[in-house]
């Protein structure tokens, strides 16, 4: 039973390495990916002028990146550039944008874009999810209330505007 027990340990080991090597290398083909796909995407937009989903879609890129400011501009110029898109479409753009003035507690520009996602596209629940928290941040409570009620008018089982919902209202029932 005692020569067992080494391997047993050593056997562990060798798959816990190999599972972790198998994770890093699934890592670094996601993460090259996505680097050609930004690269790629700023140097055609450097060029020529591109559509609104390359704006939109190396926008978020830099939003990932946490590189707001870069972000901000390109999803102007997606606003600027889109004339055909479609209102759910645009709703994503104007959403990214408030994420992006949300971030640098920019809270009203936040505020005015999740407002405009939610009127070109009413059900849209992770806007007015932002729009909730945006308006929490801003310490106006009832508007955080209604917009977390409405996220849960459209996704039910939202787990946040659930949590932060009932939160706030404590909060308001408390401070009457």
Same mark, same amino acid.
């Given at each position: 039973?005692?020569?067992?027990?080494?391997?047993?340990?050593?056997? %562990?080991?060798?798959?816990?390495?190999? %599972?972790?090597?198998?994770?890093?290398?699934?890592?670094?083909?996601?993460?090259?990916?996505?680097?050609?796909?930004?690269?790629?995407?700023?140097?055609?937009?450097?060029?020529?002028?591109?559509?609104?989903?390359?704006?939109?879609?190396? %926008?978020?890129?830099?939003?990932?990146?946490?590189?707001?400011?870069?972000?901000?501009?390109?999803?102007?110029?997606?606003?600027?550039? =889109?004339?055909?898109?479609?209102?759910?479409?645009? #709703?994503?753009i104007?959403?990214?944008?408030?994420?992006?003035?949300?971030?640098?507690?920019?809270?009203?520009l936040?505020?005015?874009?999740?407002?405009?996602?939610?009127?070109?596209?009413?059900?849209?629940?992770? #806007?007015?999810?932002?729009l909730?928290? #945006?308006?929490?941040?801003?310490?106006?409570?009832?508007? #955080?209330?209604?917009?977390?009620?409405?996220?849960?008018?459209?996704?039910?089982?939202?787990?946040?505007?659930?949590?932060? =919902?009932?939160?706030?209202?404590?909060?308001?029932?408390?401070?009457?």
């Open positions: 039973m005692k020569e067992i027990l080494p391997v047993v340990y050593l056997s %562990g080991i060798v798959v816990f390495l190999i %599972g972790l090597t198998i994770f890093i290398l699934f890592q670094i083909i996601r993460t090259r990916r996505v680097e050609t796909r930004f690269s790629r995407l700023q140097e055609k937009l450097q060029k020529e002028k591109g559509t609104p989903q390359e704006y939109y879609e190396l %926008g978020s890129l830099y939003l990932d990146k946490k590189l707001f400011v870069q972000s901000i501009k390109l999803l102007e110029k997606a606003l600027k550039v =889109s004339k055909k898109v479609e209102p759910e479409n645009l #709703a994503l104007y959403n990214a944008l408030g994420y992006a003035y949300f971030s640098q507690e920019q809270l009203d936040a505020i005015r874009n999740y407002k405009e996602a939610t009127k070109l596209y009413p059900e849209y629940a992770i #806007a007015l999810n932002n909730g928290n #945006a308006y929490e941040k801003k310490q106006l409570i009832n508007q #955080a209330v209604e917009a977390y009620e409405e996220t849960l008018k459209y996704d039910p089982n939202n787990k946040i505007a659930k949590t932060r =919902s009932e939160a706030l209202r404590k909060r308001l029932v408390e401070s009457k």
